[in-house]
């Protein structure tokens, strides 16, 4: 869940010029959060947490994509393979996001991050793990298709991770599953995805994080290597549910 006014206050006390976009947004939704309660204050009726929560998702989900869509940041969308951004999409209100590296051709097409073969096969995983697919968050590092799915620059993945934090720092997960070399690589440098994989690791001190390998890795394996590796991801992934379901027992991903 975001943060509380009074914890930015005390974080920000006196540095104002450091509040953030994700701040903004989080202080916006406080004050949404407390006209709300105002009001049903005043009408005398009782506070509703659905409800709220209905406002608080649908709050941070415009903002995320007024946010994408605003950006310039990069050469990527003046390419010719360009169609659209892909923001992240999904329950921001989950202990659980999966931060991918870029989309890809069908991404690119209809808008929306995972849904070519490879997001296919992560929704299967996660299905087949009782987890439905918009109660988590899945997003990617970058959100322009790079022309024939090259690795994404370092110039770009600079230049859009002020959107992959602003979407950590708002929704503010339990666990993030990274999926591959470009999203563990985001996390912490200079890492292997091969070496580190299944080993846990954490973002600003604060989240933990399982890297695993991109489901499209998954898609490129034969024979004893592909058992090998689809074994690997499925250990990964159920090691960070776990994990989440611990951190937040309360949450349903039904
Ligand atoms: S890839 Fe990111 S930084 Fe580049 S234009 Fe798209 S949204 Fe902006």
């Known amino acids: ?45 009782e506070r509703n947490d659905e409800l709220l929560n209905k406002i608080k998702e649908e709050f941070l989900i415009k903002r995320i994509k007024e946010k994408v869509e605003n950006c310039r940041g990069c050469g990527l969308i003046y390419a010719d393979c360009h169609t659209q951004k892909v923001p992240g999409e999904g329950c921001t209100l989950a202990p659980l996001m999966l931060i991918g590296e870029a989309p890809g051709y069908e991404e690119d097409l209809m808008g929306r991050p995972f849904v070519g073969k490879a997001g296919q096969l992560l929704t299967r995983i996660l299905n087949k793990l009782g987890i439905n697919r918009e109660k988590v968050y899945i997003t990617n590092i970058i959100k322009c298709r790079p022309p024939n799915n090259r690795d994404p620059l370092k110039k770009e993945i600079t230049a859009c991770s002020e959107i992959i934090e602003m979407e950590i720092a708002v929704i503010n ?33 604060k ?20 058992a090998r590796v689809k074994w690997q991801v499925w250990e990964d992934f159920q090691n960070a549910i776990d994990k989440a379901r611990e951190l937040a027992p309360d949450y349903s991903y039904k």
């Open 1 to 45: 869940m975001p943060l509380t006014v009074d914890e930015l206050k005390q974080f920000f006390g006196g540095r104002e010029e450091e509040i953030t976009c994700d701040i903004q947004i989080l202080f916006e939704l406080e004050s949404l959060i407390a006209n709300y309660e105002k009001e049903l204050k005043l009408n005398h009726i």
């Open 207 to 226: 989240i933990p994080v399982m890297p695993t390998f991109h489901p499209s890795y998954i898609l490129r394996q034969h024979g004893t290597s592909e």
């Open 173 to 205: 997960p339990k666990v993030i599953i990274t999926l591959g070399s470009t999203a563990l690589n985001f996390i912490k440098g200079d890492s292997s995805i091969i070496r580190d994989r299944g080993k846990w690791i954490v973002y600003r001190n």
